[in-house]
């Protein structure tokens, strides 16, 4: 099983700032297929970032996602309010698909 | 856009069984997984199906006791939960799962496994 470990647990950034958020990974991700996951409070995921650094439908180019092998970063340039919220990382190169942790951006 | 609803949550003792179900807006000729959230913590793949009801994924503290299945007709998926237990109690969402990543998230459905 792989095991993703993201850091920080939480990220204090105020309102225009950029936000980096990581995601390591316990053995190499095989063609980067590794995806990015937003949730707010009280709402559902949804889907930012597949391959590593391809953006889903609707998403803002002020998300953009690199990274290969065992590390990969999720940047937020411009943090707007409405991005104050968790962010996931998950792997979908083999069974069983995990998740990190999760990291909380707040203000 | 495809939409996805589910139902069937609710509260029953350890040991006991429940069956969710996902109804989808269309058509969907894609996987579908279900992927779980304990209260206050982070995701979980818990079981995936693919389009033709022929090939299921299990987490290994699932296998056994949960059964995924779909009917194509009716645009649903279903997870048969058995021998709940309270490491269970989660909200239950229902994604389609493209190449596995998950791209459309039903709202979920809360399961709590209490005595």
């Known amino acids: 099983e792989i095991v993703l470990t993201q850091s920080p647990d939480t990220l204090s950034v105020s309102p225009g700032e950029r936000a980096t958020l990581s995601c390591r990974a316990s053995?190499?991700?095989?063609?980067?297929?590794l995806a990015w996951y937003q949730q707010r409070p009280g709402q559902r995921p949804r889907l930012l970032i597949y391959?590593?650094?391809t953006r889903a439908t609707g998403i803002p180019d002020r998300f953009f996602g690199s990274g290969s092998g065992t590390d990969f970063t999720l940047t937020i340039n411009g943090l707007g309010p409405e991005d104050f919220a968790m962010y996931y990382c998950?792997?979908?190169?083999?069974?069983?698909?995990?998740f990190g942790q999760g990291t909380k951006v707040e203000i | 856009e495809l939409h996805l609803v589910e139902s069937g949550g609710g509260t029953v003792q350890p040991g006991e069984s429940l069956r969710l179900s996902c109804v989808a807006s269309?058509?969907?000729?894609?996987?579908v997984a279900w992927v779980r959230q304990a209260p206050g913590k982070g995701l979980e793949w818990v079981a995936s199906?693919?389009?033709?009801?022929?090939?299921?994924n299990y987490v290994d503290s699932v296998q056994g006791r949960f059964m995924v299945s779909r009917d194509k007709a009716a645009r649903s998926v279903y997870l048969q939960m058995n021998d709940l237990r309270v490491d269970d109690t989660a909200t239950y969402y229902c994604?389609?799962?493209?190449?596995?990543?998950?791209?459309?998230w039903g709202q979920g459905t809360q399961v709590i496994v209490a005595s």
């Open positions: 269309e058509p969907n000729y894609s996987w």
């Open positions: 994604v389609r799962e493209r190449v596995g990543v998950y791209d459309s």
């Open positions: 199906i693919d389009q033709d009801d022929r090939e299921t």
């Open positions: 053995q190499t991700i095989v063609n980067n297929y």
């Open positions: 998950q792997h979908y190169t083999s069974l069983p698909r995990t």
């Open positions: 391959a590593a650094t």
